[in-house]
């Protein structure tokens, strides 16, 4: 892998955050959150126990309850829409463009932000060099296998140069082997670039391996928060 130029890594605030669906569903209860610039917080729980709530809150995909608010490096940002909150996501389906080529997926922010076309390139090559698959630039989504398609969705958010990456299970669709050596990757790429990350597992073994804090959920909320040896050795 090449070297990624250092981003100014993100602090991030959850408070008083909850999440009620107009069903009357209880998501989330009020959660008070605080991660800290370049740090990797991974939300471990089953599913249906709030933990991609919270990172949807993040992005800018839910809005809490009245009175929670999510803060980055201080300033309210409960408002802003996700386009405005230069955060890169990777989805658990992975969401690519099956109508557009690994470059076209990888350059697809790029182009809504109205960068030249030379910056375009310069950057998707960049990414593509950063996730080694530069051989598969041209090729169509339908073409990759799972390991590929999740290396051009890690690129792809990764080309705006967000201040935070938000990981919502992105290895659950993986075998067990594959699922193993693209954890390694990832926790390497998040040491490379410095950057704030939130990702979000039902895995143990990935929560630990992964995450500099672990915050354990359960029911909509927060169970524990520490770091893996901590919850290993003491969990509450």
Excluded: W
Excluded at 1 to 25: N, R, V, W, Y
Excluded at 92 to 112: K, T
């Amino acid at each position: 892998m090449m070297t990624e130029s250092p981003i100014k890594a993100l602090s991030i605030e959850l408070k008083q955050c909850a999440k009620t669906f107009p069903d009357g569903t209880q998501a989330l209860y009020p959660l008070d959150l605080s991660i800290h610039a370049g740090e990797t917080v991974a939300l471990l729980a089953p599913s249906g126990c709030g933990k991609t709530t919270a990172l949807r809150m993040i992005a800018g995909l839910e809005m809490p309850d009245a009175g929670g608010r999510v803060l980055f490096d201080g300033v309210d940002v409960t408002a802003l829409p996700i386009e405005q909150r230069n955060v890169g996501m990777v989805f658990q389906s992975y969401a690519l463009f099956p109508n557009m080529s690994v470059a076209e997926n990888i350059g697809y922010g790029l182009r809504l932000r109205k960068e030249t076309p030379a910056a375009q390139r310069k950057r998707v090559g960049e990414m593509l060099a950063l996730m080694r698959i530069e051989a598969l630039a041209d090729r169509q989504i339908d073409q990759l296998s799972g390991g590929q398609r999740q290396r051009v969705a890690l690129a792809r958010a990764l080309a705006v140069r967000p201040r935070a990456l938000l990981l919502d299970e992105p290895l659950t669709a993986l075998d067990a082997k594959l699922r193993d050596t693209l954890r390694l990757e990832i926790d390497t790429l998040l040491t490379r670039l410095g950057i704030t990350a939130i990702y979000v597992t039902h895995d143990q073994a990935e929560a630990m391996a992964l995450g500099d804090r672990i915050v354990v959920m359960d029911h909509g909320r927060v169970a524990q928060i520490g770091k893996s040896r901590e919850i290993y050795h003491h969990p509450a």
